[in-house]
């Protein structure tokens, strides 16, 4: 395996993550090969492992650099643009992601094709899912306790308050188990029940 120079390394790592994005999107994490990732970059098959310690890794930095991209948009769209009423925001948060989710290959793969799931055979992987819920939860987190100290929440423990409403979307899993028509008006009554609840009636 010969060595790369920095300039080297940068240009195809790029064009890996660009592979791995449109290799992902089309067949998937399981059937997506190293020989997918690496065909056509003028590197061996083995040189994939100097950049990235499996398929899986690869799709996690592709998953976390893409949901970044987003955040600011998710926010600006919902507990930004709603930030003095709670209930607003958190409709707006949950029907973005759930659009996100059904629209963007990548995130379509970890909420709906369920492709997560193969994560799990890397160990660091299984770690990086936690973290990245983990993450997901202390993004929303502020402005539940905004809105607690505030006087607009029901007297629950704020961080309960946004694991639950983050917790919801773990119901997408389901997606493809359930007609389309009934899961979307299920996710509207849920997410209805859940932000029409969440705040204190005056």
Not at 48 to 59: C, H, V, W
Not at 89 to 104: G, P
Not at 109 to 128: A, M, Q
């Amino acid at each position: 395996m010969r060595s790369f120079t920095s300039e080297e390394r940068e240009i195809i790592r790029n064009k890996i993550i660009d592979r791995g994005k449109e290799c992902f999107a089309i067949y998937g994490i399981k059937k997506t090969s190293i020989e997918d990732l690496t065909r056509d970059l003028g590197i061996a098959k083995s040189s994939f492992y100097s950049f990235f310690n499996s398929k899986e890794d690869l799709f996690l930095h592709i998953y976390k650099k893409e949901r970044e991209a987003l955040k600011d948009n998710l926010l600006e769209n919902s507990f930004l643009k709603y930030r003095k009423e709670p209930d607003k925001a958190i409709r707006a948060y949950l029907h973005y992601v759930l659009d996100i989710a059904n629209s963007h290959p990548v995130w379509r793969k970890v909420y709906i094709e369920k492709e997560h799931l193969e994560l799990t055979i890397s160990r660091s992987s299984e770690e990086e899912i936690k973290n990245i819920r983990r993450e997901n939860v202390e993004m929303i987190l502020p402005f539940f306790e905004e809105w607690a100290a505030a006087g607009l929440l029901i007297d629950k423990n704020t961080r309960i308050l946004a694991e639950t409403t983050y917790a919801v979307l773990s119901l997408v899993h389901f997606r493809n188990e359930i007609e389309d028509e009934d899961f979307q008006e299920m996710m509207d009554i849920l997410i209805d029940l859940l932000a029409e609840n969440i705040i204190k009636k005056i």
